[in-house]
């Protein structure tokens, strides 16, 4: 028997890198989702197919060449293309001649799932259309990672990117889109929630909103409060790193008839009923046109 004594030492942790040799993958394109923020968080499979694909391309080639360097994941000779917004029109042809022979290619953006608000939608487009397969990977996303964690109803929701940057557009779109009976989600950089925030406040300022940003990094932080109760927040004027923000959908607005009037008759004073019902229903967050028969029947009675 060996006393422990005489054992030899174990050796000492390292990597496990993935196999050098890669089976070869079926020809097509495939979207690989990539982590947020926490590198462990890619699945088993997207691995497996960086590391078989004929061809790599990535928005950020460094970002890519990072990920596979902490996978132990060997480029072997192969190639990361940069493909993204400025440069797909001149990079795609590449990409599809290699579809167009036979070979795999990978693309990855820059962190979370390809097309998501992130570059990707035309390359699929044009691979499908010339007859090539467009494997999904699926895996980390900010979007649903936000929405999974906010506590807002999940059943319904609506994914919306970036609102506008300048302050008409901005309230113009969120008008359009807080009507709609879903849970919102969108994207905003950190220093320009505030805005969005104050614009909110003129909408619906009692709105449950729930920002969430640095989604699985170390940093990772989420903010929960009505519209009105974020945008007197400190906390808020210094946020920084990715931002989602996801926005509980409408409740049932109850307006009382007198009140409706008063408002109906405040802006028949200055504008045609068509306009006067247009911006009541707005301000009142009322169907347009129960609102505009009610001006009609007001309008009827002077």
């Not at 936000?146 to 109803?153: I, Q």
């Not at 640095?214 to 009105?228: C, D, H, M, Q, S």
């Not at 974020?230 to 959908?249: H, N, S, Y």
């Not at 707005?282 to 002077?302: C, I, M, N, T």
Request: charged content about 25%; some cysteine; hydrophobic content about 45%.
């Amino acid at each position: 028997m060996t006393s422990r004594s005489d054992r030899p030492d174990p050796e000492p942790a390292r990597r496990i890198a993935a196999h050098v040799e890669a089976a070869r993958l079926q020809a097509g394109l495939y979207l690989v989702a990539t982590p947020i923020g926490a590198a462990r968080d890619i699945t088993l499979r997207a691995l497996d197919v960086l590391n078989g694909a004929d061809l790599l391309a990535a928005e950020d080639t460094r970002v890519l060449r990072h990920l596979m360097d902490i996978h132990g994941i060997p480029l072997r000779g192969r190639r990361i293309l940069s493909y993204h917004d400025h440069n797909g029109d001149r990079a795609r042809p590449a990409l599809l001649a290699a579809l167009a022979e036979g070979g795999s290619v990978a693309y990855c953006s820059d962190a979370g799932t390809p097309l998501v608000a992130d570059p990707g939608y035309r390359l699929a487009l044009d691979a499908a259309e010339a007859g090539a397969r467009v494997h999904a990977l699926p895996g980390p996303s900010a979007a649903l990672a936000a929405l999974s964690l906010s506590g807002l109803p999940s059943d319904r929701f609506l994914f919306l990117g970036f609102p506008p940057s300048t302050a008409t557009a901005r309230q113009t779109w969120l008008r359009k889109w807080l009507a709609v009976d879903s849970t919102l989600i969108l994207f905003e950089s950190p220093r320009r929630v505030n805005r969005t925030l104050e614009d909110l406040c003129q909408i619906d300022p009692h709105r449950i909103t729930v920002i969430a940003r640095e989604l699985t990094k170390k940093f990772e932080e989420v903010i929960r409060g009505t519209a009105a109760e974020l945008a007197a927040d400190p906390r808020i004027a210094t946020l920084k790193g990715e931002v989602v923000m996801v926005l509980d959908r409408p409740s049932e607005v109850v307006v009382d008839d007198d009140r409706l009037r008063q408002v109906l008759e405040r802006h028949m004073a200055t504008m045609s009923i068509k306009d006067a019902a247009r911006e009541a229903a707005q301000e009142l967050g009322l169907p347009r046109r129960d609102v505009y028969q009610r001006a009609l029947e007001l309008g009827g009675q002077k």
